[in-house]
């Protein structure tokens, strides 16, 4: 789909749905989410972020999808098409530092991904006990080399994907294999809910105790709103691009949000209650569901191959979201700065291979280089998703409400008038008030100015 710039377009509804939810699906949802959730609360953190989705969310990525589909363009020429005076590709700028940043470490997680179900084929996540399985975390991340090669090689499938223009390949892969996902993880869902632990962790993730709604707390759900959805960045516009006229841009938006959002529930559903019949602290942060998942899948009739398809799903999952925030830099450089597809591919994964390497190593000999506390890839997931992307979307929601001819809006969301939109008044309302200044407070208040 993305090879050429002949504009090829989705044939049909659930193509559009199954690369969107491609992109939305993967790490964001079944280890960022669970990590996030126990850091900042359980509830608190999960009604927050469901807040985010449904009042910012949703609109911005309307908002991505018009401009995208409406310019046919990638973030920059779709900017400049539509507004040629002002500073607008600055928008974009903020989307490749962020690609980049999330590329590299996002790799690193993606190379856990790849240890662990070479792990499971091996036979050595028989273990005997949960101390077992944190000593096993703890040990391969802290090895010297291992997480590094793990990271190189995953970019270096990244790369080999992408520089031959076969995303179509793996994004048909995807399509049947998140459906799996989606089976296996409701299987693991029912099985967490059979354990000791089930009302102690669905307490802790449905019952928020509001008090502990905090600056760190909404800046952290924000983060991980704009992470899940792949907003901010100009992910979606790029793949909205290829939407044909008659792709329903609310209900594509919505389903999307829908489907991601689910799969993020049913991971902290599998999580919690294993944390608790584990006594596992869920404020492990990063390393949360890599040392609870192996256990869960441990104690299931027929283990390591319930270990090794999960693993190798989620490694699919990360792949074609990796695919898709690896389009960003490359359509910059090859659009804008007239670089063949070799060229531009190699430049972003040499890019994300020095940083992925240093992100790797900041759980090892780098991990004394820390910053208020936060180690490299802590700052790299902080910096690129707390900041940059919820900044990127309050550009285009703000670019969108304010600055968008209204009959582009118009046409945009209701196919040039041929299908009826009830909702498009409460979408504008939000890309011009809601999203805008609620981004901002909540920036505000985590630096402590309000
Ligand atoms: N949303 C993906 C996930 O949850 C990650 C991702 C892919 C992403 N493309 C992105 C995040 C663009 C931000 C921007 O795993």
Redesign the pocket.
Known sequence: MLQNDNRAQFSTRLGVIATTVG??????????FPYEAGTHGGGAFLITYLCFIFAFGIPILCAEFMIGRGTHSNIFGAFRQLRSSGKWHWVGYIGIV??IM?LSF?SVVAGWTLEYLYQSITGALNLNSQEAYHAQFQQFSTHPWRPLLWTILFLIVNFVIVIRGVQKGIERMSNIMMPILFLILIIFCVNSLLMPGAKEGLEFLFSPDFSKIDSSVMVSAMGQA????????G??MTYASYFSKETHIVKSATITACL?TTVAILSGVIIFPAVFTFGVSPTQGPALVFEVLPNIFNQLPGGSLWSILFFFLLFI??LS??I??SE?SIAYFTEEKKMSRNKATILNTAIALIFGTLCALSFNCLDNITIAGMTIFSIFDYV??NIL?PAGGMFISFFAGWLLDRSFIHNQLTNNGSVKVRVTKAIIFSLKYVAPTGIILVFLSSLKLI
């Open positions: 992109s939305a699906v993967g790490l964001g949802n079944i280890w960022r962020a690609s999330i996002y704009f992470f899940s959805l792949s907003l901010g960045l992910t979606m991601d999952a990360s979201s990796t898709s925030m960003v690129s998703s992307l």
